[in-house]
């Protein structure tokens, strides 16, 4: 497997990959042709076998793809296997569903904090990962090596916020923000969601098909 | 302006240009040159000015671009100016942050209705929005004519939820699910969000750089 050779397209499909195989898995499907993973990830069974061609190939003629041995290879190439220690700022609505919902052991993470600066949950447990006074957050990122950070508060907070991290040698970002880490701390690696820029897509999109109605009447 | 002419990856950007412009314009700022506005959008001028070009090029040579009305054609190329009627399934946490925080009628939807089988939380309000029975919105729909659906459920309850949906006309989804719409209903227009899958793009991207630190030990 060379890595360098993997386009951008490639790795961000590899999540959806990961996720349907997973489902298989669980379902006890041991194997799986291209033409069906394909039709799993709305896309053509050559562009499959070039994608997974990438990383060496898991096909053998006449026999498909091995589910679990495959989906084990593209967890290693995402790193899933790896436990980066994280904390999630903000134990607002999204926050909580965060903390709540997602399963960071499976995806390379290990969340071992949640701040707010609201009093009244401070002490509180979302998923047995405890909520602390944002106060402290530089001292505990420095005592426990803490490495990335999953923003949920509000754009205001975020700019003193990433200072402190920063200066705790937290470098790491999942950024729920419209705050632009990138603009202050250009050697960050942060993934950003814009939640509004999506909705706005889905209207672009509607308004589109709309719009071709028009013409055909 | 040809809409045609417009490509994906340019539609995909244009939610970007729109909520910085609206910064700027927040800040009264009037005009913009090509290579600050690519400075912001992390990009180079040549793809700002070849970008802009696509729906009739709004700078002027020496003077660069006027940030209301590219802000405005922006707006009308994303349809921001319509009105469509959406709902929100599951008021969750994740529904709760999202209807508590998006500005709908800025991005071209009007939120009629939130639905949840808690009764618990039946008639109380997010953003002046009342949370009304699940058991109802087939009915509720129909009435209003609600075009769009935001889908903040468990996926469990998904499936059915988009078929009793799709039968009284909403056809369009925001989806927050891995319920895989456009495989049982190909015509709907559907935007999905699945925060895991950008979840393993961070890690993946934390993964890359921590082993090219390796390799130049």
């Given at each position: 497997?060379?890595?360098?050779?993997?386009?951008?397209s490639?790795?961000?499909?590899?999540?959806?990959?990961?996720?349907f195989?997973?489902?298989?898995?669980?379902?006890?499907?041991?194997?799986?042709?291209?033409?069906?993973?394909?039709?799993?990830?709305?896309?053509?069974?050559?562009q499959?076998?070039?994608?997974?061609?990438?990383?060496?190939?898991?096909?053998?003629?006449?026999?498909?793809?091995?589910?679990?041995?495959?989906r084990?290879?593209?967890?290693?190439?995402?790193?899933?296997?790896?436990?980066?220690?994280?904390?999630?700022?903000?134990?607002?609505?999204?926050?909580?569903?965060?903390?709540?919902?997602?399963?960071?052991?499976?995806?390379?993470?290990?969340?071992?904090?949640?701040?707010?600066?609201?009093?009244?949950?401070?002490?509180?447990?979302?998923?047995?990962?405890?909520?602390?006074?944002?106060?402290?957050?530089?001292?505990?990122?420095?005592?426990?090596?803490?490495?990335?950070?999953?923003?949920?508060?509000?754009?205001?907070?975020?700019?003193?916020?990433?200072?402190?991290?920063?200066?705790?040698?937290?470098?790491?970002?999942?950024n729920?923000?419209?705050?632009?880490?990138?603009?202050?701390?250009?050697?960050?690696?942060?993934?950003?969601?814009?939640?509004?820029?999506?909705?706005?897509?889905?209207?672009?999109?509607?308004n589109?098909?709309?719009?071709?109605?028009?013409?055909?009447?």
């Open positions: 497997m060379n890595k360098e050779n993997i386009s951008k490639v790795i961000r499909r590899l999540p959806r990959y990961y996720r195989l997973t489902e298989l898995e669980e379902q006890d499907i041991d194997k799986i042709s291209s033409g069906k993973l394909a039709a799993i990830m709305r896309s053509t069974a050559s499959v076998r070039q994608d997974l061609n990438c990383f060496g190939g898991f096909g053998h003629q006449g026999y498909g793809y091995s589910v679990p041995a495959l084990d290879e593209i967890a290693k190439i995402l790193g899933l296997n790896k436990r980066y220690k994280a904390i999630l700022v903000g134990a607002g609505h999204i926050g909580t569903a965060i903390a709540a919902h997602l399963r960071f052991d499976m995806m390379g993470f290990q969340l071992v904090g949640i701040f707010d600066n609201n009093k009244e949950i401070l002490g509180a447990h979302i998923n047995r990962v405890e909520i602390m006074d944002s106060e402290n957050i530089g001292q505990f990122c420095r005592d426990n090596g803490v490495q990335a950070a999953f923003l949920c508060i509000p754009r205001s907070a975020a700019k003193q916020t990433v200072k402190t991290l920063y200066d705790a040698g937290v470098t790491r970002f999942w729920f923000t419209h705050y632009y880490i990138q603009g202050d701390y250009p050697e960050a690696v942060v993934e950003n969601v814009h939640l509004s820029d999506m909705l706005m897509t889905l209207c672009y999109r509607i589109e098909v709309e719009n071709s109605y028009d013409e055909n009447e």
